[in-house]
């Protein structure tokens, strides 16, 4: 059973803090994903990572850094929490598409982040 | 501003009743992607379609993808309580997928 697992479900961190979200596929999947949801919204994309140690930014990567030193591991860093970043985070993997089209994405069950 | 829009954004229906979500963009895509996602879980992928024109059946789901692979539209009929979620779509280009806001279904027992 595939599965891809986040460090929490939920978390609460203060303004200015710094925060470490953890993911873990064991597909040994290329492609790792990570999201933020927010209503009405749908999923916006951070950053990705085709291979260990490479990074792309995604649609909204401000205010976010990643970290992947192994393949199954991909870190989301927020360097100092605002509010405006409260959200849920999803995290996702894929193995390599044919061509450039993009393979089925497996997620995670999220993380919910609230900053005060 | 989403790349790709949904319609409608909240639908209610009663069990057995029929109902259609669309999903459309001005721009191409490669592929489409249709994902349902449950209370306090990821989106899980339901389909995939990649050719323009193309119809796939899942039970009682039907997908389509527009002719000029803008568009798309999910079609469930008789609906059951087990198909309340909320119904993704995703655009798929350059090894990355572009997603709709979503359109969360109710279906009352």
């Known amino acids: 059973d595939v599965k891809v697992t986040q460090s929490s479900r939920y978390l609460v961190k203060r303004t200015g803090e710094k925060v470490f979200l953890e993911c873990v596929q064991d597909?040994?999947?290329?492609?790792m994903f990570w999201y933020r949801q927010d209503p009405g919204l749908g999923l916006r994309l951070i950053y990705f990572?085709?291979?260990?140690?490479?990074?792309e930014k995604g649609d909204i990567p401000e205010g976010y850094s990643v970290s992947r030193e192994k393949k199954e591991r991909f870190s989301l860093i927020l360097e100092s929490a605002s509010t405006n970043q409260t959200s849920m985070y999803l995290c996702?993997?894929?193995?390599?598409?044919?061509?450039?089209?993009?393979?089925?994405?497996?997620f995670g069950p999220g993380t919910r982040l609230t900053v005060t | 501003t989403q790349l790709l829009e949904q319609s409608p954004q909240f639908l209610s229906i009663q069990e057995g009743e029929n109902l259609t979500v669309y999903c459309n963009s001005s721009?191409?895509?490669?592929?489409l992607q249709w994902y349902r996602q449950e209370p306090g879980e990821g989106p899980v992928l339901l389909v995939t379609v990649v050719t323009g024109g193309e119809v796939k059946k899942l039970k009682r789901l039907t997908f389509q993808f527009g002719d000029a692979r803008k568009d798309s539209s999910l079609h469930i009929t008789a609906a059951q309580p087990g198909d309340t979620g909320l119904y993704l779509c995703?655009?798929?280009?350059?090894?990355?997928?572009?997603f709709g806001a979503g359109t969360t279904v109710t279906v009352r027992a």
């Open positions: 995703a655009g798929g280009r350059d090894y990355k997928l572009s």
């Open positions: 597909m040994d999947h290329e492609n």
């Open positions: 996702a993997s894929s193995s390599l598409g044919q061509g450039r089209t993009p393979h089925e994405q497996y």
């Open positions: 721009s191409v895509f490669s592929s």
């Open positions: 990572s085709y291979d260990v140690k490479m990074k």
